[in-house]
């Protein structure tokens, strides 16, 4: 069936424009490359947890081994190829609701930077900007808003760098990735919890809180993109 809009360009003689699309060959063939990452992590982490069982009859710490993990895919030729760094905006191949079940998993997929800090940042065009945000429960009212809100209030760090980064997304428009900690019996992770990505968020607002005298909290009002507008590939950097 026709629409006015596509009868006005028959009319004319041309065919309407079409929005471009994020889902092309590239962002298939990344999401198998994704996919391959996290099969491999899962290997490594079996693996590398057996041997130190066999080895020293303790385990390592969760730290040390999702370390160890990404150092393993690191020193795989084929494997270190795929791993790309975080970036501003969008991810190719990753898709809203995808579950990852640990910190390390996040970083080979290009979503995040740190197995322990919550937020990650990045130079673009001289610019330094947050790409994700990493909601691990913290504040539990904040994790109700992720999951249920189309937004919540994200508490800065203490580094001025990270909110000066966040300022900077609020300022240029720039959207950040939201990932939450969600709790889930899998049979992947015995501790019982996975990581949610929860699409881009914008920051909509900014202000400073002193419940101290001598202390200045950074609050900052994020707002969930609609649908539509979450794979636009404009926010491919």
């Known amino acids: 069936m026709v629409g006015p809009l596509g009868r006005f360009f028959k009319m004319l003689g041309v065919a309407p424009r079409k929005k471009p699309s994020i889902f092309t060959r590239e962002w298939r063939e990344r999401r198998v490359e994704i996919q391959t990452l996290l099969q491999s992590y899962r290997k490594f982490r079996e693996d590398l947890r057996r041997t130190s069982r066999n080895n020293s009859g303790s385990k390592l710490s969760r730290t040390h081994l999702h ?22 905006g969008l991810v190719l191949g990753v898709m809203l609701g995808d579950s990852f079940y640990w910190r ?37 009212d904040n994790l109700d808003n992720i999951l249920n809100s189309p937004s919540f209030v994200y508490t800065g760090e203490r580094s001025k760098g990270i909110n000066g980064a966040l300022i900077n997304n609020l300022i240029k428009e720039v959207p950040v990735k939201v990932i939450a900690k969600v ?34 909290v950074y609050k900052f009002q994020m707002v969930r993109m609609e649908d539509r507008d979450q794979y636009d590939p404009k926010w491919l950097n």
Not at 68 to 87: G, M, Q, T, W
Not at 107 to 133: F, M
């Open 104 to 140: 390390g998993e996040l970083i080979a997929a290009g979503l995040h930077n740190h197995l322990e800090k919550s937020i990650s940042v990045r130079e673009s065009s001289g610019k330094i900007y947050a790409t994700t945000i990493v909601d691990s429960g913290r504040y539990e």
């Open 183 to 216: 709790k889930e019996v899998n049979p992947v992770n015995e501790l019982g919890y996975k990581f949610c990505y929860q699409g881009l968020y914008k920051v909509a607002r900014q202000w400073v809180e002193s419940p101290e005298a001598t202390r200045m």
């Open 67 to 88: 370390s160890k993990i990404l150092n393993s895919i690191s020193a795989d030729p084929e494997l270190k190829k795929l791993v790309k760094p975080v970036s501003v």
